[in-house]
């Protein structure tokens, strides 16, 4: 049973004071510093005592008068879940109620214990009743300062997944804005190493700019790009910035990710899988770490382990989709079409026909998936069915090369 007094809950071996953002668990004996998002979050969810909170009330609550997206919600859940290390898919305290929004699963008592009526002078009064306006007014301010900085941080988010070099750039420049306004922030140290990462291994500098050799993390290693001086002090100053953001935030899902993204940038393989490993065990959906895990196995030579990773990562992707659709959409057809080329390269038919209907589905008339589809058909001489979706392609769009050999 969860119980309130005054600005104090306590649930299960969890102590929450509202006006500290203190979070303290009794079994550790160890208090964290709530961000001021993440605290008010979690007062809204004890406030209503087990009844399901819908993303926009969430939202209208936390961000009143600014448009943030389900994106920026979802991040700050993630990072309640983190702070009470509970898990998205077997929840001890905030549930995901598809489709609707979250719920608290303790419930709520409240205490308010009776107090004497004192007779206090008007001149003591007067002070209380200066110090509270004065009070209200700092809140104010702080509070107009972080919606400012979650808006900052959600349009930063929004570029950095677009892979882009300008975005990339100027996600880097809102991470460092958000970063001058709390330099403790963990969401923009993350971003920050993050997007540096994907300066150099992206878009390198001559002579490597002239081919492919950015495309993937692998590609990057193996083209030396990696081990140029700038390159080196780079991910040098991306690796300072998210060992701190993971100091700050341990269980924090980005965090792990950014700084296990530096690690495999500097080719340190086996440390950047721990920590990609540490956020799973925390989200078994961190879709964002399986996928580069999956590429981590790949470069190992671990061909099975990586398969079933990427395969994890898209189930991953299916399952947090309501919560990110703008980061998830573009990229999932993309995973289920590298794992339909894994089971080409297995020579296994079935599955490449399974996954490359999966992409379809989420996306018709996808180039590569089509493609897939058809190929693996005539593999099993079943070109009338090969044909067939040709004729439906070319109906709809330009005919693909494969259909021009049928």
């Not at 996928?291 to 099975?304: F, S, T």
């Not at 996954?355 to 593999?379: M, N």
């Amino acid at each position: 049973m969860t119980k309130k007094q005054n600005d104090t809950y306590i649930f299960a071996d969890w102590t929450f004071t509202y006006s500290q953002n203190a979070l303290h668990s009794s079994s550790s004996n160890t208090t964290s510093r709530l961000e001021p998002k993440v605290s008010e979050l979690l007062r809204l969810l004890l406030d209503a005592n087990g009844e399901v909170l819908s993303r926009e009330q969430l939202i209208s609550a936390l961000w009143p008068n600014v448009i943030v997206g389900d994106d920026t919600l979802a991040r700050t859940v993630s990072r309640l879940r983190a702070e009470l290390s509970d898990s998205a898919n077997n929840p001890k305290f905030i549930q995901t109620i598809p489709k609707k929004g979250y719920r608290f699963l303790v419930g709520v008592k409240s205490y308010s214990p009776k107090k004497k009526r004192l007779l206090i002078p008007a001149s003591i009064v007067a002070v209380f009743i200066a110090t509270i306006s004065i009070t209200v007014l700092l809140k104010m301010h702080d509070k107009q300062t972080n919606i400012e900085l979650d808006e900052m941080l959600a349009r930063a988010d929004s570029l950095y997944m677009r892979f882009e070099e300008q975005s990339n750039e100027a996600a880097l420049a809102l991470y460092e804005k958000a970063l001058e306004v709390d330099a403790e922030n963990a969401q923009a140290q993350a971003g920050v190493a993050n997007a540096m990462v994907q300066r150099v291994v992206r878009w390198p500098s001559e002579p490597f700019s002239i081919n492919e050799s950015g495309v993937s993390l692998t590609a990057a290693l193996s083209s030396g790009q990696l081990q140029t001086p700038d390159a080196v002090l780079m991910l040098e100053r991306a690796r300072l910035i998210a060992e701190k953001a993971v100091r700050q935030s341990p269980n924090d899902i980005l965090a792990l990710k950014s700084l296990g993204f530096v690690y495999s940038a500097e080719g340190r393989i086996a440390r950047a899988i721990e920590q990609y490993t540490r956020a799973v065990n925390i989200d078994q959906n961190a879709w964002r770490s399986l996928i580069n895990l999956g590429e981590l196995y790949a470069l190992n030579g671990q061909d099975l382990e990586s398969l079933q990773t990427f395969i994890r990562a898209f189930d991953a992707m299916q399952a947090k989709f309501d919560e990110e659709p703008q980061h998830i959409g573009p990229w999932q057809p993309e995973l289920g079409n590298i794992i339909a080329s894994r089971f080409v390269a297995l020579s296994d038919e079935q599955n490449v026909q399974i996954w490359a209907k999966k992409v379809l589905e989420l996306v018709p008339f996808e180039r590569r998936a089509s493609t897939f589809l058809i190929e693996s058909l005539l593999r099993e001489n079943r070109s009338t069915e090969a044909s067939r979706i040709c004729e439906d392609y070319a109906m709809k769009l330009s005919p693909l090369e494969i259909c021009s050999e049928l």
